[in-house]
């Protein structure tokens, strides 16, 4: 095997593992762009919540609970 041969061979691993790089950096950025999105999604789903009174003590802790319904974040307060 010459020397060349060499060359081109290292040249196309090197290609391979360059393509292969690249084909793992758009799987993550796909991954990371549906972790955004899911939560957004979360984040609307529990301002939601919190605008609807089924979520107290979520920032500021002045909404109150609708009786039998959600999560009590500050189970201290007489709230409900």
């Known amino acids: 095997m010459s020397e060349r041969d060499v060359e081109q061979l290292r040249a196309a691993a090197y290609g391979e593992v360059v393509r292969r790089q690249v ?14 999105a899911r939560l957004a999604t979360l984040q ?3 301002r939601r919540a919190y605008v609807r009174g089924y979520i107290v003590g979520y920032r500021t802790g002045q909404r109150r609970k609708k009786k039998g319904r959600g999560i009590d974040f500050n189970p201290g307060d007489a709230n409900g």
Not at 23 to 36: I, K, M, P, Q, Y
């Open 23 to 36: 084909r793992d950096g758009e799987e993550l950025a796909r991954t990371v762009e549906a972790l955004f």
């Open 44 to 46: 609307s789903e529990v």
